[in-house]
């Protein structure tokens, strides 16, 4: 009988489908359109149809809605590293640890 991995994760999951766009900090591949399954303030959990590595460096912007921000929506940079990748679907399944991230200003 399979027991249950206990839940390793401390922040709470929005689930929430938003378009995302990612870029690869010094590497020379082609920035990737994706869209989001979850989002929370440590992580978020990605599909794209594009090859991508664990380990690698990935930057995004996403925008969080007001069910979110209880208030206007706020547009969000997010720096962070791709910690696992789910190759079993047409879409890639892509989870990124969120390093840094910067409240962008809607001039940007």
Same mark, same amino acid.
């Given at each position: !009988?399979?027991?249950?991995? &206990? =839940?390793?994760? *401390?922040?709470?999951?929005?689930? @929430?489908?938003? &378009?995302? *766009? %990612? ?12 869209? $989001? ?5 440590? /992580? ?7 090859? !991508?590595? +664990?380990? *690698? ?5 996403? $925008? @969080?809605? =007001?069910?979110? $921000? %209880?208030? *206007?929506?706020?547009? #969000?940079?997010?720096? /962070? +590293? ?17 390093? +840094?991230?910067?409240? #962008?200003?809607?001039? =940007?």
């Amino acid at each position: !009988m399979a027991h249950p991995r &206990p =839940e390793l994760r *401390s922040a709470r999951r929005f689930p @929430l489908g938003l &378009p995302i *766009s %990612l870029r690869f900090p010094g590497g020379d591949q082609a920035a990737v359109d994706a869209h $989001t399954r979850d989002v929370s303030s440590r /992580g978020v959990f990605f599909f794209a149809d594009a090859d !991508m590595a +664990k380990g *690698s460096a990935v930057d995004f912007v996403m $925008t @969080l809605p =007001e069910e979110i $921000t %209880l208030a *206007s929506p706020i547009r #969000v940079h997010c720096h /962070g +590293k791709i910690v696992r990748v789910d190759n079993s679907a047409k879409l890639r399944g892509v989870a990124v640890a969120i390093d +840094k991230y910067d409240f #962008v200003n809607h001039e =940007e």
